[in-house]
T-cell receptor
Framework: AQSVTQLDSHVSVSEGTPVLLRCNYS??????LFWYVQHPNKGLQLLLK??????LVKGINGFEAEFKKSETSFHLTKPSAHMSDAAEYFC????????????FGTGTRLKVLA | NAGVTQTPKFQVLKTGQSMTLQCAQD?????MYWYRQDPGMGLRLIYY???????DKGEVPNGYNVSRLNKREFSLRLESAAPSQTSVYFC?????????????FGPGTRLTVT
């Protein structure tokens, strides 16, 4: 069965420093992977997605993620954090065993310090 | 385009009361979903509709019913609300239930059951 683990529930960075949010997945099939962002009291917005094309995926607002099959990881990075990046981030794997339903990680709350 | 809209935004119910959460999308998507979000647990799928005329149970369907009214609308009903159903409810839609298609989320409904 597919699953996804977000390794940090909270991450704090200073404004202007790099961001790394870690995600590992488990899948018996070729997965599709997504990162979503949720700002306080808002819905979820897609940052980027991997669907078996290029392993380095670029998303909105300067975020990118690299699919590493050997490490079963899909970590989210950004070179320089902005205050507006403070939010909760969800890593999602699409169940590719037939139903393609989303399986969510438990989320990482990013705090950006001035 | 409004995307995915949900009504109401907030609701307080007493135990045993019933209510229906409404969701509509204007993107001509075939698939629609209902999730609940609880602290520390990510989003969990309640029900989904792969296409108009079909609905299926997700991970946590107990206590809920759904209706796919037409291609645009997908409602979630709580017949007899319980405090355990206090949560934030998100509706989402996607072009199809396939690995390449991302889901688009509504702004959520915050439900409190006392």
């Amino acid at each position: 069965a597919q699953s996804v683990t977000q390794l940090d529930s909270h991450v704090s960075v200073s404004e202007g420093t790099p961001v790394l949010l870690r995600c590992n997945y488990s899948s018996s099939y070729s997965p599709s992977l997504f990162w979503y962002v949720q700002h306080p009291n808002k819905g979820l917005q897609l940052l980027l997605k991997y669907t078996s094309a290029a392993t380095l995926v670029k998303g909105i607002n300067g975020f990118e993620a690299e699919f590493k099959k050997s490490e079963t990881s899909f970590h989210l990075t950004k070179p320089s954090a902005h205050m507006s990046d403070a939010a909760e981030y969800f890593c999602v794997v699409s169940d590719s065993s037939g139903t393609y339903k989303y399986i969510f990680g438990t989320g990482t709350r990013l705090k950006v310090l001035a | 385009n409004a995307g995915v809209t949900q009504t109401p935004k907030f609701q307080v119910l007493k135990t045993g009361q019933s209510m229906t959460l409404q969701c509509a999308q204007d993107m001509n998507h075939n698939s629609m979903y209902w999730y609940r979000q609880d602290p520390g647990m990510g989003l969990r799928l309640i029900y989904y509709s792969a296409s108009e005329g079909t609905t299926d149970k997700g991970e946590v369907p107990n206590g809920y019913n759904v209706s796919r009214l037409n291609k645009r609308e997908f409602s979630l009903r709580l017949e007899s609300a319980a405090p355990s159903q206090t949560s934030v409810y998100f509706c989402a839609s996607s072009e199809a239930l396939q690995r390449y298609y991302e889901q688009y989320f509504g702004p959520g409904t915050r439900l409190t059951v006392t």
